[in-house]
């Protein structure tokens, strides 16, 4: 069986978790998440723990009980420590602001971008070039930051645009005389 399928999901204290057959919830101090397992693999909670395991012999059910896995250790980090992705806007005149729940972003378009985040995530902008996407759920959260750095992927030539804190943008060289 995979490496990963075989060492169990541990539940810290302040989280709950809940199987009814192949639905999962789990709620913690940050939010409450639910999951619908594959078929193919069997949950079981026990004392402190969640044990996975194939129902069927096959590298299919193999490969999607180290998947479940990963998703559950997911949802339960999520609900009680939160996930975040950090953005820096770099480009002169870049900046980003907080109104409410919108995001106002000023990209160099000819018009500033309103982002209203989805339920589950909240946005805070603690100076006017960097963004940090909060939430319990890790794809969700990733997917509203990449949904951000779509609006002005950082460009080739000077690295302008939005990125992810940490991210190397390889520049090219300019077109030589």
């Not at 339960?76 to 975040?84: A, I, K």
């Not at 806007?89 to 985040?117: E, K």
Request: proline letters at 7%; charged letters at 30%; hydrophobic letters at 35%.
């Amino acid at each position: 069986m995979s490496r990963v399928a075989k060492e169990p999901v541990q539940i810290p204290p302040k989280v709950e978790v809940e199987l009814q057959g192949s639905d999962i919830k789990v709620k913690g101090p940050k939010g409450q998440l639910d999951w619908r397992c594959h078929s193919l693999v069997e949950a079981e909670h026990q004392e402190g723990k969640v044990l996975l395991r194939p129902r069927k012999r096959g590298t299919k059910a193999v490969a999607l009980t180290g998947t479940t896995r990963a998703v559950i250790n997911n949802m339960v980090q999520g609900v009680s420590e939160g996930f975040e992705r950090r953005l820096e806007l770099r480009g002169v005149g870049y900046r980003a602001q907080l109104q409410g729940a919108t995001l106002h972003l000023t990209l160099g378009h000819s018009h500033p971008i309103n982002f209203v985040p989805p339920e589950g995530v909240t946005l805070e902008v603690p100076s006017q070039t960097e963004v940090v996407v909060r939430g319990a759920d890790k794809q969700l959260v990733g997917e509203v930051a990449a949904q951000i750095r779509r609006f002005r992927p950082p460009e080739p030539y000077k690295g302008k645009g939005v990125r992810y804190v940490g991210e190397r943008v390889v520049l090219k060289e300019a077109k030589k005389k």
